[in-house]
């Protein structure tokens, strides 16, 4: 063995820990942080470190083996293949994703082998069974579009787009019981419902299936999936399909959640995208809003809740250059922004997704960013009670170190600002995985971040913070992420009492998610620390006595 001996790194780390704390650098930007933990703060929904179950897609692990080290709380499956998923075979129709093939592309993923794969739902089995493991929830997406694959023989040409030979309509209406004979002519939701329902229980049981989504990205089905949705839907007819299916979910399984529309993005949120009859729905301002008021006006009609999510997914865009899956480092910088969008008033986004939106328009119809403030203020508007989805989004690929940076401040934002669901796409490996340990991992005093969100006055450059506490009396814990790539001094003061630094964990460009070497030095009643460039940490703080 070359090196220093283990005694004697012992020995430099305790001399080093007995000389206090370094001075602190000359070129460090500095930032004040007032903790208001005189007030009772807002609640963190444990659903929002959540996750989309994608197998190995993107190679390497299975994704539930690394949603299980993070921590993940909420698991979906989506996505485009979901569209024309058909339970009865496990079979699915790509679209441009993959040459218009019908293949079993699920159970590739999830690396499932022999008669497994083309049981009946078990793709969703395979999902769901491992949510159960790790003490996640499970939101299953449902086929609205009209048809799905009837086989998995490959490639659909042009002419074999639906209706034909090639695809199955999809049957939303009538009872059948979990114990007939499936038909193979149709793909029958209700006899899918009622088969998780004897295998599982309902929604309200140990074992149930939390969520039903209705379908992913109806305004990109043309695009998307041109063999089965040949023209632009319209506004009116996604509408009567999401309030049937609704309906029929509701009936079967009283407790389900009922997650909608799963709109892509900016377009789809304010017209569906340019719909052939959106200017008989113009009047609401957004097509988020025309959905709601719809779900509203039937669920009174029904005298049950038809709707428990607005759900949305959120890609970051910048005229830098593609944030997707990121994986130059020169997309740093815009990667870093890119979570503002999410809550910061005042925030312009260098990309067209301004353009589309708009920024600090406090209209309760229109969708404007920062996009949370504004989701909430429709919700509001239009069906008081439901609650914000956001299940899918992404900030760079797993090799960046900025983006699990940016995954830990959009982490942060989504759980201050009261979302209820929310799902990341794409594999939680590398950095990605230590975003989601930094506000799950259990540190020296105990606990996990926490589960109500604090109001923090202050700033500084480049500095992202976070504070939340678990119960009176509790630790209160702060996350503080340094995108500058200089330090940044923070001194961190709290309304009510004084607190003394108990524990850290962080993770950076060099080091995953674990103890940190100094805690934050005590300065008039709170605590003084020096993050280094590009970093996240997490500090716990008791009262001090």
């Given at each position: 063995m070359t090196g220093p001996t283990r005694r004697a790194a012992l020995a430099g780390g305790l001399a080093a820990a007995l000389a206090g704390p370094p001075a602190l650098a000359r070129s460090a930007s500095r930032a004040t942080l007032r903790v208001r933990d005189d007030l009772p703060g807002r609640a963190i929904s444990p659903l929002v470190y959540g996750s989309n179950e994608i197998g190995a897609m993107e190679g390497g692990a299975l994704s539930a083996d690394?949603?299980?080290?993070?921590?993940?709380?909420?698991?979906?499956?989506?996505?485009?293949?979901?569209?024309?998923?058909?339970?009865?075979?496990?079979?699915?129709?790509?679209?441009?994703?993959?040459?218009?093939?019908?293949?079993?592309?699920?159970?590739?993923?999830?690396?499932?082998?022999?008669?497994?794969?083309?049981?009946?739902?078990?793709?969703?089995?395979?999902?769901?069974?491992?949510?159960?493991?790790?003490?996640?929830?499970?939101?299953v997406t449902l086929p609205l579009a009209g048809y799905v694959a009837a086989d998995a023989d490959g490639d659909v040409a042009p002419a074999d787009a639906a209706p034909s030979r090639r695809f199955k309509?999809?049957?939303?209406?009538?009872?059948?019981?979990?114990?007939?004979?499936?038909?193979?002519?149709?793909?029958d939701v209700p006899h899918l419902l009622a088969k998780l329902l004897e295998r599982y229980g309902d929604a309200g049981s140990a074992d149930g299936i939390f969520g039903y989504s209705l379908d992913n990205e109806p305004g990109l089905w043309?695009?998307?999936?041109?063999?089965?949705?040949?023209?632009?839907?319209?506004?009116?007819?996604?509408?009567?399909?999401?309030?049937?299916?609704?309906?029929?979910?509701?009936?079967?399984?009283?407790?389900?959640?009922?997650?909608g529309p799963a709109s892509w993005g900016a377009t789809e949120f304010a017209t569906f995208q340019d719909a052939p009859d959106w200017s008989a729905f113009r009047r609401y301002g957004s097509f988020l809003a025309a959905y709601l008021d719809a779900f509203r006006r039937a669920s009174e009609e029904a005298g049950v809740r038809l709707i428990d999510a607005l759900d949305v997914h959120w890609y970051p865009y910048s005229r830098a250059g593609d944030l997707l899956h990121a994986k130059d480092p020169a997309l740093g910088p815009a990667l870093l922004?890119?979570?503002?969008?999410?809550?910061?008033?005042?925030?312009?986004?260098?990309?067209?997704?301004?353009?589309?939106?708009?920024?600090?328009?406090?209209?309760?119809?229109?969708?404007?960013?920062?996009?949370?403030?504004?989701?909430?203020?429709?919700?509001?508007?239009?069906?008081?009670?439901?609650?914000?989805?956001?299940?899918?989004?992404?900030?760079?690929?797993?090799?960046?170190?900025?983006?699990?940076?940016?995954?830990?401040d959009a982490l942060g934002r989504l759980g201050a600002g009261g979302v209820w669901c929310a799902s990341h796409w794409g594999a939680l490996s590398g950095a990605l995985g230590e975003a989601y340990r930094l506000y799950r991992a259990t540190d020296g005093a105990g606990g996990a971040f926490g589960d109500a969100a604090l109001g923090l006055e202050g700033a500084g450059p480049g500095l992202a913070a976070y504070?939340?506490?678990?119960?009176?009396?509790?630790?209160?814990?702060?996350?503080?992420?340094?995108?500058?790539?200089?330090?940044?001094?923070?001194?961190?003061?709290?309304?009510?009492a004084e607190r003394t630094a108990l524990a850290g964990l962080g993770f950076d460009a060099?080091?995953?998610?674990?103890?940190?070497?100094?805690?934050?030095?005590?300065?008039?009643?709170?605590?003084?620390?020096?993050?280094?460039?590009?970093s996240a940490r997490r500090f716990a703080f008791g009262e001090s006595r």
């Open positions: 690394l949603d299980r080290a993070a921590g993940v709380a909420f698991r979906r499956l989506g996505g485009n293949l979901m569209t024309t998923y058909d339970w009865a075979s496990n079979a699915s129709n790509a679209g441009k994703d993959w040459r218009h093939a019908n293949l079993l592309f699920l159970p590739d993923a999830l690396r499932m082998e022999g008669e497994r794969r083309s049981e009946p739902f078990s793709v969703i089995d395979v999902m769901h069974r491992a949510s159960l493991a790790m003490g996640a929830k499970s939101l309509p999809v049957r939303w209406d009538g009872r059948t019981p979990a114990g007939a004979p499936i038909d193979p002519a149709v793909c043309p695009e998307t999936h041109p063999r089965v949705v040949r023209a632009n839907p319209t506004v009116a007819a996604l509408i009567e399909r999401s309030i049937a299916a609704a309906r029929a979910v509701k009936a079967l399984d009283p407790k389900a959640q009922v997650f922004d890119a979570p503002r969008s999410l809550s910061e008033s005042g925030f312009r986004e260098r990309s067209w997704v301004t353009d589309v939106l708009g920024v600090d328009d406090a209209a309760d119809a229109a969708v404007t960013l920062p996009l949370l403030p504004s989701l909430e203020r429709i919700v509001a508007r239009w069906f008081p009670g439901v609650r914000v989805a956001v299940t899918e989004f992404n900030y760079g690929a797993g090799v960046l170190p900025a983006a699990g940076l940016a995954l830990a504070a939340a506490r678990s119960g009176e009396g509790g630790p209160v814990r702060i996350v503080l992420i340094n995108k500058a790539e200089t330090p940044t001094v923070v001194d961190i003061a709290f309304a009510r060099g080091r995953a998610v674990g103890p940190v070497e100094r805690l934050p030095e005590r300065i008039d009643g709170g605590g003084r620390i020096e993050l280094p460039p590009r």
